[in-house]
């Protein structure tokens, strides 16, 4: 895991529409990694509008917005699809990217202990290094604190 100031490790895999990502082709721009648990479920989907619904403002900041989870590329599309995403959903099958940010804790739910993605969200800047982290996010207001936390032009 990097620590803020440091570089991001470089990792690719497949996004929602099938195409491959690759982090190392990102650079030169702001780039926010949003961790969620789980496509369509209440919070996520609410946390995955109110990125898009600010996804103009990222865009006019220089940022680009990737969202990541552990659920499949088809997963990803559908979600993507019905909630109008304009940017990537990466499928996280093989849990590198989780790894690597360390997102992937022990949970409760219901009073059963599981091991589940917790919600966070990076920033790196546009030469690859860590910016900031936000850790146990709660969805009201987090994408705006994102946005704000990057230079304007």
């Known amino acids: 895991m990097p620590e803020v100031g440091e570089k991001i490790p470089t990792l690719k895999g497949r996004t929602g529409d099938d195409t491959e990502l690759n982090l190392s082709s990102l650079k030169g721009q702001w780039l926010v990694i949003y961790f969620y648990p789980k496509d369509s479920t209440p919070g996520c989907t609410t946390e995955a509008q109110q990125f898009r619904d600010l996804y103009p403002q990222f865009r006019k900041r220089n940022a680009q917005v990737i969202g990541v989870s552990r659920d499949s590329v088809r997963s990803h599309a559908n979600f993507a ?39 966070s969200t990076f920033l790196v800047d546009p030469d690859g290094r860590l910016a900031a982290e936000w850790r146990g996010v709660k969805v009201p207001g987090h994408a705006q604190a994102v946005l704000d936390a990057i230079p304007g032009v």
Do not use: N
């Not at 909630?83 to 949970?107: G, M, R, S, Y």
């Open 81 to 119: 699809t019905k909630q109008q995403l304009p940017f990537p959903l990466l499928a996280d099958t093989d849990e590198a990217w989780c790894q690597a940010f360390d997102v992937i804790h022990e949970k409760t739910l219901y009073g059963k202990k599981h091991l589940g993605v917790v919600r």
